[in-house]
């Protein structure tokens, strides 16, 4: 059951992860994620469990060892099950050069995201993203 309301909502707080991943800002995650125990969010078979895990740990650390980081977020697709739970897709492009290494990075892949409604917001309850080297089709 798809909602105008629910679309807007969604397409926004997944803009505001993606500017908080660029940014090394954890404000989004803090504000859109729901802090739970035994949350745990997947990226390229690591993962991080709980949201200070992956806010500390991974979100704003990763501004400094990626200054130029550039993400992109594109082709969207949002899915209801009932009133209360809607996953969305997306395909990610991650774009930059690691400061110790000096490697510069770009990846291609896919983001899922679980989205639970509470007290009538929507609230991210997981994470998966996958990523392999851009291969631009031929």
Do not use: C
Request: glycine fraction near 10%.
């Amino acid at each position: 059951m798809a909602s105008d309301s629910g679309d807007a909502a969604i397409t926004s707080i997944i803009s505001e992860i993606e500017y908080g991943w660029e940014n090394g800002d954890g404000t989004p995650f803090r504000e859109h994620f729901l802090d739970f125990e035994g949350a745990r969010y997947i990226e390229s078979g690591g993962q991080n469990e709980g949201l200070d895990d992956l806010v500390l740990n991974h979100v704003e650390p990763e501004k400094g060892a990626i200054p130029d980081l550039q993400l992109d977020f594109s082709d969207l697709e949002i899915h209801y099950e009932g009133e209360d739970f809607a996953w969305a897709v997306v395909d990610t492009r991650i774009k930059g050069t690691i400061v110790k290494s000096g490697r510069v990075l770009d990846k291609a892949g896919r983001q899922t995201f679980l989205f639970r409604r509470v007290e009538g917001a929507w609230k991210v309850v997981h994470t998966h993203s996958s990523s392999r080297d851009y291969n631009p089709k031929k």
